[in-house]
Nanobody
Framework: VQLQASGGGLVQTGGSLRLSCAAS????????KGWFRQAPGKERESVAA????????YYADSVKGRFTISRDNLKNTLYLQMNSLKPEDTAVYYC??????????????WGQGTQVTVSS
């Protein structure tokens, strides 16, 4: 099983990026998927998560209104559209797949991470 995250990069404040996380090796029927991030010197935090159906979502307060999580179950891919980026969004972003509701994702599988850097 492999989760391949991509789409990170360097962007100026106010810019946008779209992260993708493609899963291979198995399908994740019924699983919740999400994005986490870890900034230097800080603990990993949950950014957003989405239920299997897409009907339930969770967003950290710091990204509400700016980030949008979505998933394409046929493509086995998870997305994170990030708009109005701020320097404090700078971190390594990880995709994760697991169980539980979106606001309480218990991650079972992790992607390798993609670096997002927002310059001021």
């Amino acid at each position: 099983v492999q989760l391949q995250a991509s789409g990170g990069g360097l962007v100026q404040t106010g810019g946008s990026l779209r992260l993708s996380c493609a899963a291979s090796g198995r399908t994740f029927n019924g699983y919740t998927k999400g994005w986490f991030r870890q900034a230097p010197g800080k603990e990993r935090e949950s950014v957003a998560a989405i239920s299997w159906s897409g009907g339930g979502t969770y967003y950290a307060d710091s990204v509400k209104g700016r980030f949008t999580i979505s998933r394409d179950n046929l493509k086995n891919t998870l997305y994170l559209q990030m708009n109005s980026l701020k320097p404090e969004d700078t971190a390594v972003y990880y995709c994760a797949v697991g169980w539980g509701s979106p606001n309480n994702l218990q991650s079972e599988y992790w992607g390798q991470g993609t670096q997002v850097t927002v310059s001021s």
